[in-house]
């Protein structure tokens, strides 16, 4: 009985519980004052810094009291171009950039702020097939990206993904579409639930329905969006046209399944630890939350709707795959509807 007596305190005198919750308060104290410290930096930073030149003279002027890992962290860049901008000599004669490389650079820089989630490879596609084309090489754009500080911002505390084995070909349009389900928080009308449908093929989003509600008949309008969008009318569905769902309840619903029959599809369900599951719809939802949701603050549905409305129009227009060439899904069905004309 002693010794369980013993055991419940520390060294101070202080029961097991109460060491714990000093700990966790300690714990709170220091990520109050990290917060503290961001935002205070995120203030005093007025123009924003985008390369380690930059960063080092601001942190210079009036950042020298915050620790180092803080200030890159805030501004966007590593540690080890902040100590090599750092310690680079004042009086180390700066190479002017020429007129054609300078013009070069204030175009990466307009990509990289119009979207600042693209790392060097989709730059330096938009640079190469994209308006007012040019031949350049990746690994220059890559180089150029890394001496102005634009690269994106690695992310590491990802969600655990399970891998898949192998991967769903699909060798034309309208062979196999995906359906799947996401939330999305909108203010002041709190969650909505976004249906979507993809191409396995082209990547291009056929049809969606965005509703404050997560009904059977949502889904079924996005699928009957989708039919409207690629065949005008239902009798012009292919028969061998499936659609691939998970095994959420809406697509188990009557209203969803009478559908599916009226249209003459066939549905398939994703099995479990199937490498043959839905990624692509996933993909496309993570790269919505990714390069769109998460760079806004929704303040109602209607503000959400118009702005996923406007980012699922770019998505099939102008956003590149590398999958499909470093295309976007129009540009990639019209490259495949032309070549097979010609064939």
């Not at 915050?66 to 004669?93: H, T």
């Not at 009904?215 to 996005?222: G, I, L, P, Y």
Request: proline content about 4%.
């Amino acid at each position: 009985m002693l010794q369980g007596a013993e055991e419940s305190l520390t060294h101070s005198g202080r029961s097991a519980p109460e060491a714990e919750l000093e700990k966790e308060l300690r714990q709170a104290q220091r990520a109050i004052g990290r917060l503290t410290m961001e935002n205070e930096l995120y203030q005093k930073n007025g123009v924003d810094c985008q390369t380690a030149q930059e960063v080092v003279a601001f942190y210079r002027r009036e950042a020298s009291d915050y620790p180092v890992e803080l200030v890159c962290r805030v501004m966007g860049i590593s540690r080890s171009a902040f100590y090599k901008a750092l310690n680079r000599p004042a009086d180390r004669p700066t190479t002017k950039p020429n007129p054609d490389e300078q013009q070069l650079v204030d175009r990466i820089k307009t990509l990289a702020k119009r979207f600042p989630d693209y790392g060097y490879r989709r730059i330096w596609a938009l640079l190469r097939f994209g308006d007012d084309p040019i031949v350049i090489n990746r690994k220059r754009v890559q180089r150029l990206m890394q001496i102005h500080g634009l690269q994106v911002k690695v992310k590491r505390h990802q969600a655990a993904r399970r891998p898949h084995m192998g991967r769903v070909e699909v060798n034309a349009s309208d062979l196999l579409w995906g359906i799947d389900m996401t939330k999305i928080w909108c203010g002041q009308d709190g969650w909505a639930s976004l249906f979507a449908i993809v191409d396995h093929c082209d990547r291009e989003c056929v049809g969606y329905r965005f509703s404050l509600n997560a009904k059977a008949e949502r889904a079924r309008e996005a699928l009957d969006e989708a039919v409207a969008y690629r065949f005008n009318w239902p009798q012009a569905v292919p028969h061998d046209l499936q659609i691939r769902a998970d095994n959420g309840s809406q697509f188990g619903a009557r209203a969803f399944l009478k559908e599916i029959d009226r249209l003459g599809m066939e549905l398939t369900y994703t099995p479990y630890r199937s490498p043959q599951g839905n990624a692509i719809v996933e993909r496309f939802f993570r790269s919505l939350k990714e390069e769109c949701v998460w760079h806004h603050r929704f303040e109602s549905f209607e503000h959400a709707e118009q702005v996923i409305a406007e980012w699922i129009k770019f998505y099939n227009d102008e956003r590149v795959h590398s999958r499909l060439g470093y295309r976007s899904p129009r540009q990639y069905r019209e490259l495949r509807a032309l070549r097979k004309n010609v064939a």
